[in-house]
C-alpha cells in the first residue's frame, strides 16, 4: 500500500525552466513533508521541507506549495540548471513517529 | 567523521549466503535509521535505532533480517540465507535528535546483489 503517490515518473525540462513535481497523501496524520534530492550513487539529501501550518515554503530556487484540504504537496525549482538533473523524493511522516513514508521518485532531466 | 559511512560500498553475495553491512554514523547522533531501496523505488523503513535501543523493526521484511547497535554508535544489517528479492542498495541515515523524523543525514548506501 503505496501512502505517498509521486508523479510524474521522469520530467525534461530546459535550462531555465520550472520543473514541477506532485506528492498526493491520504493519513491525515502525516505532519511534516519533505523533499528529498539523489545524485546516482549517493544516499538522498534533504532539500526543503514544510508542516502542514503553512501554505507555501521558499528556499533558495526551491519552492514547496502545500494543500491541506486536497492532500497534496509539490516542488517547484526556479530558474532550473543542469546541476539539477537528479531523482526527486517526496516523503511525510506522522508526528511521533521517526521513520519516514517516500514517493516512488521523480528522475529530472535538467537539459542544457 | 563529517558524514554517515557504510562499507561495503558494492556486495555480491550468493543466493543462501550470510551478509552484514556496516554503518558508521555521525558522532554524537543519537538516531539511526536504516531503509532499503529497490531499484527505481523510494527508500523503504526497516528498523530505527535510539542509542542502542532498537525502538522500531516493523519493516524488516523477514526474520532473515536482523540489525544491533551494541554501544549506541556503529550498526550492523546482517542478512541470513539471502535471496533475489534482497537485492537493493541498503541506506543508512543518522539524526542528532531523538524520537524525530527530520534532521536526518543518509549515507551513499551498500549495494547488495544477490546472484
Known amino acids: 500500500q503505496q501512502q505517498v503517490k509521486q508523479s510524474p515518473q521522469s520530467l525534461i525540462v530546459q535550462k531555465g525552466g520550472i520543473p514541477i513535481i506532485n506528492c498526493a497523501y491520504e493519513?491525515?496524520?502525516?505532519?511534516?513533508f519533505p523533499w528529498y534530492q539523489q545524485f546516482p550513487g549517493k544516499g538522498p539529501a534533504l532539500l526543503i521541507a514544510?508542516?502542514?501550518?503553512?501554505s507555501e515554503k521558499k528556499e533558495g530556487r526551491f519552492t514547496i506549495s502545500f494543500n491541506k484540504s486536497a492532500k497534496q504537496f509539490s516542488l517547484h525549482i526556479m530558474d532550473s540548471q543542469p546541476g539539477d538533473s537528479a531523482t526527486y523524493f517526496c516523503?511525510?511522516?506522522?508526528?511521533?513517529?521517526?521513520?519516514?513514508?517516500f514517493g516512488t521518485g521523480t528522475r529530472l532531466l535538467v537539459s542544457p | 567523521g563529517a558524514g554517515v559511512s557504510q562499507s561495503p560500498r558494492y556486495k555480491v553475495a550468493k543466493r543462501g549466503q550470510d551478509v552484514a553491512l556496516r554503518c558508521d554514523p555521525i558522532?554524537?547522533?543519537?538516531?539511526l535509521f536504516w531503509y532499503q531501496q529497490a531499484l527505481g523505488q523510494g527508500p523503504e523503513f526497516l528498523t530505527y535505532?535510539?542509542?542502542?535501543?532498537?525502538?522500531?523493526k516493523s519493516g524488516l521484511p523477514s526474520d532473515r533480517f536482523f540489525a544491533e547497535r551494541p554501544e549506541g554508535s556503529v550498526s550492523t544489517l546482517k542478512i541470513q540465507r539471502t535471496q533475489q528479492e534482497d537485492s537493493a542498495v541498503y541506506l543508512c541515515a543518522s539524526s542528532l535528535e531523538a524520537g524525530v523524523s527530520y534532521g536526518y543525514t543518509f549515507g551513499s548506501g551498500t549495494r547488495l546483489t544477490v546472484v
Open positions: 558522532s554524537g547522533h543519537v538516531s
Open positions: 535505532f535510539q542509542n542502542e535501543a532498537q525502538l522500531d
Open positions: 493519513n491525515t496524520a502525516f505532519d511534516y
Open positions: 514544510i508542516r502542514p501550518d503553512v
Open positions: 516523503a511525510a511522516s506522522k508526528r511521533g513517529f521517526q521513520k519516514l513514508v
